[in-house]
């Protein structure tokens, strides 16, 4: 589980620095506690500085934030009647327990293992990681959901490829988190930027709109290049870190008559399903689609992919079970549903303190005034051209470890960065790339995404000693890996020129 600990090995100074990272922060305490003190932090924090009446003007709006003190009545008050509605309103909350009632039943009925002899396993051995990869940076098109399903299952295929089952889990989690932002095709994220954008430029040029695909090109190159830095990161840095796994490791044998059947019939049922989603999606007036608008960005479909997600791994775990004979009647079933919700107990004890902490933060109003004055003081530095942009995107990488959701982000920024930049000369949707990238690199470190505790909630299935260190440096050379990739490309895009997409210059028209 720990680092390669040889003291005649020569370590080159990235490991060193990782080895650094990894001792101390083991000595960090669990999870649940570092979240319970982070908290208590964020309560002093907004006493003090709500007493100094500290303040920033929202440059979007006009309006004054002023940090709010937690700690006298009000705050007291609002921290007790809110604690039960904090926990049960925490989006990953039911998110995670959803799509994990499928996930887990598709496990222990044996469908995913079957799944993997007759098709990952079978693949060429060179190919298996960058698939993962692309699939997970896919998977971010179906928004947080992918973060819950694909780390526990690429673990369980690292182990059956008798790789350590910590770095599968890091490689998935890190490539869908890190790579938020890229893909190939446009998600529900792109026209939810786009707004905010729009309401930014606005303020140059009202008569500015925004194309939601206007930064496609660059986004769906920036898929194609992270795809080998993550394969890069995950063999030649995270797995040799790691070491040989000494847990208990799955031998997986060829596959029965039976479980080909079962595996047919579970085949067949998720075509049937598919179908049946796109005849409720494609149609004109389909009830999946936007009732006003008809688009299926913005629809009852993306609001139900975490329920269809279940049902995915559900129907055809039933129907696998029933013909392998796993599952013979419905006392059998619900014994399954309950082991697959019965490792959950750690995360959700951990959401709960998550879901506190978060809500301090967000009613403390110390996040936006932080973000406003780090976006004053790169203002004030007078940079220009791709050193700017760069400084634009550390800012929005940092920020990152205060306010975990994009488009929260992107609601402060834009106000401030969009119209300044466009005074410069700078398109709208060069700005907008340059936030996508830092919003995406610091995503799989930042404990303010929930997702993260999700994450090691999942790790310690495998290493139950495992401690934030070790887990962080099996993350962190994901964060540096993309950001060092994308900068570069996004300073060859600046300078060749290239338009980022439909509608998406480089520059603005003189």
């Known amino acids: 589980m720990s680092a390669v600990d040889s003291k005649n090995e020569k370590k080159g100074l990235f490991n060193r620095f990782l080895d650094f990272i990894e001792k101390y922060g083991n000595r960090l305490p669990d999870p649940v506690m570092l979240f319970v003190y982070i908290a208590i932090i964020i309560l002093i924090c907004s006493a003090i500085f709500g007493a100094l009446g500290t303040t920033a003007v929202n440059p979007g709006t006009g309006e004054e934030i002023k940090v709010v003190n937690l ?158 830095v993550a394969v890069f990161v995950t063999t030649k840095i995270v797995e040799p870190r790691l070491g040989k796994y000494e847990g208990e490791t799955e031998q997986l044998e060829k596959v029965t008559p039976t479980e080909k059947k079962g595996l047919l019939w579970a085949a067949i049922s998720v075509l049937l399903i598919l179908g049946i989603v796109l005849a409720l999606s494609l149609p004109e007036k389909a009830i999946f689609r936007h009732p006003e608008t008809g688009g299926l960005t913005v629809s009852p479909l993306m609001d139900s992919l975490v329920p269809l997600m279940m049902i995915l791994f559900l129907v055809p775990s039933i129907i696998y079970g029933k013909v392998v004979k796993t599952l013979t009647n419905s006392k059998e079933l619900a014994d399954h549903l309950a082991k697959a919700m019965s490792g959950m107990g750690m995360y959700i004890v951990i959401a709960f303190v998550a879901a506190q902490m978060i809500a301090y933060f967000n009613w403390s109003n110390l996040g936006p005034i932080v973000a406003i004055k780090g976006a004053e003081t790169l203002e004030a530095l007078g940079l220009k051209g791709v050193p700017l942009f760069i400084g634009f995107i550390i800012v929005a990488a940092l920020i990152n470890f205060l306010i975990a959701s994009s488009s929260a982000k992107w609601a402060i920024l834009a106000p401030v960065f969009v119209p300044m930049f466009m005074i410069m000369g700078y398109s709208p949707a060069l700005t907008q790339a340059a936030y996508r990238i830092g919003d995406s690199i610091t995503n799989p470190i930042t404990p303010m995404l929930a997702y993260f505790a999700i994450a090691l909630t999942f790790a310690k299935k495998y290493e139950p000693k495992i401690g934030i260190g070790t887990f962080m440096t099996s993350l962190l050379p994901y964060s540096i890996g993309f950001g060092i990739m994308w900068i570069i490309l996004f300073a060859i895009w600046y300078l060749l020129g290239i338009p980022l997409g439909p509608e998406g210059e480089i520059f603005l028209p003189q």
């Open 71 to 228: 700690l006298n009545g009000d705050g007291l008050i609002m921290i007790l009647t809110n604690l039960v509605k904090n926990f049960t309103s925490f989006p990953p909350l039911g998110l995670v327990l959803v799509v994990m009632l499928g996930v887990g039943l598709a496990e222990s009925t044996g469908l995913i293992s079957t799944v993997m002899k007759t098709t990952i396993l079978h693949a060429p051995k060179k190919l298996i990681l960058p698939t993962i990869v692309l699939v997970a940076i896919l998977g971010n098109a179906a928004a947080d959901a992918a973060m819950v399903v694909l780390p526990p299952i690429v673990a369980m295929i690292f182990i059956a490829l008798g790789r350590h089952p910590i770095a599968g889990l890091a490689a998935a989690y890190a490539s869908v988190a890190g790579g938020f932002s890229a893909n190939l095709i446009l998600s529900v994220l792109d026209p939810l930027v786009a707004g905010f954008t729009e309401i930014g430029a606005q303020i140059y040029d009202p008569s500015y709109k925004a194309n939601p695909a206007m930064n496609y090109y660059f986004l769906a190159v920036s898929t194609l290049v992270l795809v080998p």
